[in-house]
């Protein structure tokens, strides 16, 4: 149980659900609540399966299938997640609703890049190092859960203070949104230089 609370809290992290409700303000403001959950559940769904999937196979996937080392995805995805950190610092949330386009199926393009993306993978396929199998999807399981579950009960927060304290609502949006922006900067950053470092030790 201890393992998979530890395997849990990482992922958690990434998926820190008071981010990701301020990635999601567009669908949070325009969705009826039972139509958000089914939304925010298909994305979530989607997000477990490919967490599972990178946990149980994702050193496989990257050696035989990619044929590439996993430092150079830490790299690769940490240029990717720098450069969404930037555009969170000169356009805030409106950075995702880009990012996401147009795409008919909203739970596909929250899962991907909201909740599937460089950080989360990552995750994934070093649980999947440190853990059997069952536990690391456990962990993942647990982990989505509890970040759905959160963003859920801020969706209905959310409808219930906003007709009251809209300035209130935007002005959180507006704080949280440059947060992200350092946050997804950080990791990135923290992701290329670990994918460095990996690099270095195998050319040693």
């Known amino acids: 149980m201890t393992d998979i609370i530890q395997s849990s809290s990482l992922l958690l992290a990434l998926l820190n ?3 990701v409700i301020v990635y999601l303000i567009d669908p949070v403001q325009k969705l009826s609540p039972k139509r958000f959950r089914q939304v925010l559940v ?8 490919v967490f599972c999937c990178f946990a149980i196979v994702g050193e496989v996937i990257f050696s035989n299938l990619f044929r590439a ?4 995805f830490q790299i690769f995805g940490g240029v990717i997640f720098l450069l969404i950190g930037i555009q969170f610092v000169f356009q805030g949330p409106t950075a995702i609703a880009l990012l996401r386009g147009d795409s008919k199926n909203l739970a596909s393009s929250i899962a991907m890049p909201v909740l599937i993306g460089p950080g989360t993978i990552s995750a994934s396929v ?3 190092r440190q853990y059997p199998p069952l536990i690391a999807c456990a962990a993942v399981v647990c982990a989505v859960a509890i970040s759905v579950g959160i963003v859920i009960l801020l969706k209905g927060l959310h409808d219930v203070v906003r007709p009251q304290r809209e300035p209130l609502v935007e002005q959180y949006i507006e704080v949280m949104g440059r947060v992200a ?8 950053v923290d992701m290329i230089m670990q994918g460095i470092r990996s690099w270095l030790m195998m050319m040693g």
């Not at 080392?69 to 150079?72: G, I, T």
Request: net charge neutral; no cysteine.
């Open 17 to 19: 659900p008071f981010l």
């Open 42 to 49: 298909g994305a979530g769904t989607i997000a477990t399966a």
């Open 69 to 72: 080392q996993f430092a150079s």
């Open 126 to 128: 070093l649980m999947g």
């Open 181 to 188: 922006a350092l946050y997804a900067g950080t990791v990135a």
